[in-house]
Every structure is written in structure tokens, then in C-alpha cells.
């Protein structure tokens, strides 16, 4: 389990990762209905990919609240009709 002070600045990473590498694209990707590319090179650039899954199987082995922080502030800080 990470620090209270850890899980705050993961928390803004993420925000920063929605609002500069997933937001300028949301609106294109609703419109076009494509896939995220976008969004799928940021979960890697961060390695959000892996987050759930163990370090034995190449994983972040994030817990619970950093997977929710995931869940919560990307959708948060995405809106396709602003991008």
C-alpha cells in the first residue's frame, strides 16, 4: 500500500495524463467512433496497463484505490464535447 502522499501525486499524474494525451482527442474518437490510440499509448506511457496485475506477471500490482483513481479521475477530467 503506497503513502497517502504517493497516492496524491499518482492521482494528479493521472489527471495530467487525461487532460494533455487523452483530451485532445475525445471528441475526434467519438465522432470518427474509432478506437482510442491515443489513450491506449498514455495507459502505457504510465503503465496504467498493468496496473491490476501482479509484478511476478510483469504487472504495477495496484491496489484497489489506485485503480479507482484511475476510474474516477480519467473520465473526470475527459469531456469529447470540450476537446
Known amino acids: ?3 497517502r502522499e504517493d497516492y496524491e501525486e499518482f492521482r494528479k ?3 495530467r495524463l487525461a487532460e494533455t494525451k487523452i483530451q485532445p482527442y475525445a471528441a475526434d474518437v467519438d465522432e ?3 478506437f482510442p490510440e491515443e489513450a491506449l499509448a ?3 506511457e504510465l503503465q496504467l496497463v498493468a496496473l491490476p496485475f501482479d509484478e511476478r506477471v510483469g504487472g504495477q500490482s495496484g491496489d484497489v484505490l489506485a485503480q479507482s483513481i ?3 479521475r480519467i473520465p473526470a477530467n475527459v469531456n469529447a464535447h470540450s476537446g
Do not use: D, H, P, T
Open 70 to 72: 484511475c476510474l474516477v
Open 1 to 3: 500500500m503506497l503513502e
Open 13 to 15: 499524474a493521472v489527471r
Open 32 to 34: 470518427k467512433k474509432r
Open 42 to 44: 498514455a495507459f502505457k
